[in-house]
Structure formats: structure tokens, C-alpha cells
């Protein structure tokens, strides 16, 4: 078996393949799939090799939600393609309160085994209603599980993991990431829900990201070696389960931390993991845990308006600045997470 580089459309495409084939449960469902294989080329030869598992439907999210859990609750795995995230606000009541809610109000009696797929993210001048990055929407609501992949690797292993998941899995996937490629072995592996990566190890400073950011985290890191600062950069790839455990271990090291992401700043899942950081490892931070994320405004149309609201890495350069002043003395840390040790 070899290793390829493929884009994450593909790997997306080659993990959907491979899944379908093994189990006939799994269909796909939700608008567009056929014509063009998605409108990213994710769905791209399943309508030849599968084509009654593919369902194109009319353009109502409520009716395409709905319907997927439906099937679910009967014994199939249905993929539900959102076209793109934000119309997973016309299906809330679907999505919060059915998806979320129905195995916990069975008793446990029923599964709802299902991936809810939602491109998300801006930089492509899709305007406000088009380019949103609404994860912290779904983590508030428990019940459903949250990936956020950056890689093609991690998207095909993560892919493979949410659709064998007895629970319903809400899968964004940035849509500047669709050509961006990278190796994917031809072996069959799955990566398991809620393990983060160390993208790059790191002793100074720890960096918490996860979709597109992490892009721009690793570019960062470049010209924080210049600065002669040694990032560690944790790509959280699953938010609900969390990894914590690997950010207990990464924080205790480098004693500092930020996390990146780019959702907008005000309640976002950054200030989420910058709670728990401060509730859980206080004793072990030299600095206080920084947020860098987008403007708490909509997202502009001008490319120029949208890349001003966009974290850049002078953003989360200047935020790792930020989280490394005001250092407390080495004598309030525990000494045996010092970086000496």
C-alpha cells in the first residue's frame, strides 16, 4: 500500500466510497449531489457506482434533516449534506432538539447513528449569510458530537469514524480546504473521535486550533522561530469530545497558551477552552490564555473587508506576544512541568 496526495474533496470522496461499499445503510441526501458531484467535487463518482443511495431533494434543510433522521431512527445511516453551514439554521429544531435530544429521551432504547456534513468558513467572498463558522452553536447543545478537520488524512480517518458512530455527528468541513491537498495512505484506517494532533511540537508556547486556522497557525510558527519562540501547535480536529487530556499535557509544558480559530470572538469555542484552561490548569500558566478570532461583525462581500475581519497571522503572532508578557516567576509554577524538566 503507497501514500498519495489527495485533496480533501477526494479523500472525502475516496472515505464515502470506501464506507458505502462495506454498508448498505448509508445513503447520502441533500441538495446538488449529483449534477456536478457536489458543488466542492466531494460527492465525485458515487452517483455511477451508487446511484439510489444518492437522494438530490428540493432546497428545504428542514424536509433534508428531517428525513435523515428519520432514517436513522430505522436502522440506516444517513450522510446529510448541508450545502453549506449556515442553512443549518432553518433546521435548529431538528438538529437541537431531535438529533441531540432522541437517544437520551429513549433511554438509550434508540441510536441515531448520522453525519450532519456543513462546509463552513469565509474567504471566498460568499458575504455574510454564506461564510459563517457556527461551531460553537452546536457544542452549547449536548447530544451531538463536532469534528472540524484541516488535513485530507484527517478528514478521510475522521469521515469514516463519524459515519460508524452510533450518535449524530455534525461535521464541518472549511470551504477553502476542499483543494488543499496533502498524503492519505491507501491502507483503511479511521481516526477516533475526540484525539487531537500535534501538528508541530513545541516548548514555549501552546497553540490551540482547528479547520483552516491551523493552516495559518503552522505559517505563524515560521516566523516565531525567527523570533526565537518554539510553538507547539495542537489541531484539535474532534471539539465535542475534546481532547483535553492532550492540551493538560502540552499546556504543562510550555506554560503559555492561545487558541486560534475563526469564528467570531464573543462566544466562541475559544472562550470555551480558555475557561476550562483557567478552571483546570491555573497553577500551571505563566500568562493568561489569549484568543485570537474574527471581528464580532458579519462577514463582509470585499475581499479586502473580509480578510480585515479574518484572524491573519500578524493576529495570532501578536497574540502569542500577548500570552508571553507579564510572565509570573518560574517559583509559582509546578517544578515538575518546567520546561527544564
Known amino acids: 500500500m503507497g501514500v498519495r496526495d489527495l485533496s480533501c474533496s477526494l479523500a472525502m470522496a475516496e472515505a464515502l466510497m470506501e464506507e458505502m461499499e462495506q454498508d448498505e445503510t448509508i445513503f447520502i441526501i441533500g441538495e446538488d449531489l449529483t449534477a456536478q458531484g457536489g458543488i466542492f467535487g466531494q460527492f465525485r463518482g458515487l452517483s455511477k457506482k451508487f446511484p439510489d443511495r444518492l437522494i438530490d ?25 448541508m450545502h453549506f453551514a449556515d442553512f443549518v439554521t432553518t433546521a435548529m429544531d431538528e438538529i437541537v432538539n431531535q438529533m441531540a435530544k432522541i437517544r437520551y429521551m429513549f433511554g ?29 452553536w452546536i457544542i452549547h447543545t449536548p447530544g451531538l458530537k463536532v469534528v472540524a478537520p484541516y488535513e485530507p488524512a484527517d478528514v478521510k480517518g475522521l469521515i469514516k469514524a463519524a459515519i460508524r458512530d452510533d450518535d449524530p455527528v455534525v461535521f464541518f468541513q472549511h470551504k477553502r480546504l476542499f483543494n488543499w491537498t496533502g498524503p492519505v495512505t491507501e491502507e483503511e484506517y479511521v481516526i477516533p473521535l475526540g484525539k487531537a494532533a500535534i501538528k508541530r511540537p513545541g516548548k514555549d508556547i501552546t497553540i490551540l486550533t482547528y479547520s483552516r486556522m491551523t493552516y495559518e497557525c503552522m505559517e505563524a510558527s515560521r ?10 501547535i495542537i489541531d484539535l480536529r474532534t471539539l465535542c469530545p475534546l481532547d483535553f487530556e492532550l492540551i ?46 474574527a471581528k464580532d461583525v458579519p462577514m463582509p462581500f470585499s475581499p479586502v473587508m473580509e480578510k480585515y ?7 495570532i503572532l ?24
Open 309 to 315: 475581519v479574518l484572524p491573519q497571522i500578524p493576529d
Open 248 to 293: 493538560a499535557q502540552s499546556v504543562k509544558k510550555t506554560q503559555h497558551a492561545i487558541v486560534v480559530h475563526e469564528a467570531c470572538l464573543t462566544g466562541g469555542f475559544g472562550a470555551e477552552l480558555a475557561a476550562r484552561i483557567n478552571e483546570d490548569l491555573f497553577e500551571y500558566l505563566r500568562g493568561p490564555v489569549v484568543r485570537v478570532a
Open 318 to 341: 501578536a497574540g502569542v506576544d500577548k500570552a508571553m508578557k507579564n510572565k509570573r516567576p518560574d517559583t509559582n509554577i509546578p517544578h515538575a512541568v518546567n520546561n527544564q524538566t
Open 223 to 232: 516566523a516565531l522561530v525567527q523570533n526565537g519562540i518554539d510553538a507547539e
Open 57 to 81: 431533494t428540493p432546497i428545504s434543510e428542514t424536509s433534508i434533516v428531517g428525513a435523515g433522521v428519520g432514517a436513522a431512527l430505522t436502522g440506516m445511516r444517513p450522510f446529510i449534506d
Open 108 to 136: 438509550g432504547q434508540a441510536t441515531l447513528p448520522l453525519v450532519l456534513w456543513a462546509p463552513d468558513g469565509g474567504g471566498i467572498s460568499a458575504a455574510a449569510q454564506h461564510s459563517q463558522c457556527l461551531e460553537s
